[in-house]
């Protein structure tokens, strides 16, 4: 049985920081990445990571603040997030899948984790 387990989110204040970690279990996966969504609004894409080589992929509006990185020890993927912002405030969701394939359509994964509430305040 797949799982996707996140975990590390919290009420922060704005300029502050965390790490959200996804601990995966029952297969191995291609790719794992990050997506959020704000209260009546779409999810949307944070950032991703090719599990082979390891190349990184941001959305625009977190490019330069997070920094996505995996221990294929633990298959376990971790985001970074710095110099948060009250727009940040929303559950974040860990997503893989065990193709390659594109990286930033919620349709690219196959795999769920339950959502880790961030709140940022200013």
């Known amino acids: 049985q797949v799982q996707l387990v996140e975990s590390g989110g919290g009420l922060v204040q704005a300029g502050g920081s965390l790490r959200l970690s996804c601990a995966a279990s029952?297969?191995?996966?291609?790719?794992m990445g990050w997506f959020r969504q704000a209260p009546g609004k779409e999810r949307e894409f944070v950032a991703a990571?090719?599990?082979?080589?390891?190349?990184?992929y941001y959305a625009s509006s977190v490019k330069g603040r997070s920094s996505i990185s995996r221990d294929n020890a633990k298959n376990t993927v971790y985001l970074q997030m710095s110099s948060l912002k009250p727009e940040d405030t929303a559950v974040y969701y860990c997503?893989?899948?065990?193709?390659?394939?594109?990286?930033?359509?919620?349709?690219?994964?196959?795999?769920w984790g339950q959502g880790t509430q961030v709140t940022v305040s200013s």
């Open positions: 997503a893989a899948a065990s193709y390659s394939g594109g990286f930033y359509n919620r349709n690219e994964y196959d795999y």
């Open positions: 029952g297969r191995t996966f291609s790719k």
């Open positions: 990571i090719r599990w082979s080589g390891g190349s990184k």
